[in-house]
């Protein structure tokens, strides 16, 4: 009776692990506040997300990973959580998150202090320099995992790192900068400051103009573009995705990988 528990057990992990290995990634999914997830990182991994969100905080010269302060527990830290989990995973599939699959997107949303994080961050990024994007020499070279510095942002301390591993999260009043699509790579905006519509009903024609002419900038810049605070709604992931938006914001992951994988 025991043997053949065992033997279901490990059938069943041996399908898991299966599973895993063969999900095709989904370039569009972002896992928005992804570390509020059962299991931070692979939930998202495990439902093909290219892009993950962890809000970070600095405490006595250690990152923790959390929404709010009252959050925070000393084992969850950033390397915890993300950058040690994503090393062992690239060096298992050859270089890659996902085997011959696109970059990931790390979105580190600093809660602290933006220039003594910053400070702090390029050191310890600096350390995962073999999965991480960065300048070599000058010259940015693109590697498994892209970090892009959200909320509170150091911009002109990160645009001034001669060897950085991370760029900043743009927003729509940045659409006429003159940053390398390499140190801005991303623009990201919440919803409710552009569009009215919350997924209910038609959504206006003169909100989906707009809609298509913002994406339609952001790629002439060579840059991704993401909204937050987005309904978990599929009539919004429908407008997002014919309209061509590169992120799609999701707390449900499961059912945003349902729509874009039928």
């Known amino acids: 009776m025991v043997t053949r528990l065992v033997f279901y057990i490990m059938l069943g992990l041996t399908a898991h692990l299966n599973c895993e290995a ?7 999914g972002h896992a928005h506040n992804d570390y509020e997830h059962e299991r931070p990182l692979f939930d998202a991994l495990e439902n093909g997300f290219c892009s993950v969100e962890v809000d970070i905080f600095l ?33 298992k599939n050859g270089g890659r998150v996902y085997k011959g699959g696109p970059p990931l997107t790390l979105l580190i949303d600093v809660k602290s202090d933006g220039s003594k994080a910053y400070a702090r961050l390029r050191t310890l990024l600096a350390k995962y320099s073999d ?12 590697r498994a995992v892209t970090a892009v ?4 942002r150091a911009k ?27 140190l801005m790579p991303l623009i990201s905006d919440r919803w409710g400051s552009h569009f009215k519509w919350r997924g209910d009903g038609e959504f206006p024609k003169d909100e989906r103009s707009k809609l298509h002419e913002l994406v339609k900038k952001v790629h002439q810049s060579g840059r991704k573009i993401r909204f937050w605070a987005t309904p978990d ?17 999701a707390d449900n992951l499961s059912g945003l990988r349902q729509f874009l994988r039928p």
């Open 22 to 28: 063969e999900v095709a990634p989904l370039k569009q």
């Open 156 to 182: 002109d301390l990160i645009a001034a790192d001669g060897s950085r591993h991370a760029g900043i999260d743009g927003r729509i009043s940045d659409l006429e900068s003159s940053a390398q699509s390499h």
């Open 233 to 249: 709604k599929v009539s919004v992931w429908r407008e997002l995705n014919e309209a061509s938006v590169d992120l799609i914001n």
């Open 131 to 142: 999965i991480l994007s960065g300048l070599d020499e000058g010259k940015w070279v693109q």
């Open 59 to 91: 405490v006595e010269g250690v990152f923790l990973v959390g929404h709010d302060k009252k959050d925070l527990r000393p084992e969850k830290t950033i390397q915890n959580l993300y950058l040690n989990p994503l090393r062992e995973r690239i060096r």
């Open 149 to 152: 510095i959200s909320g509170n």
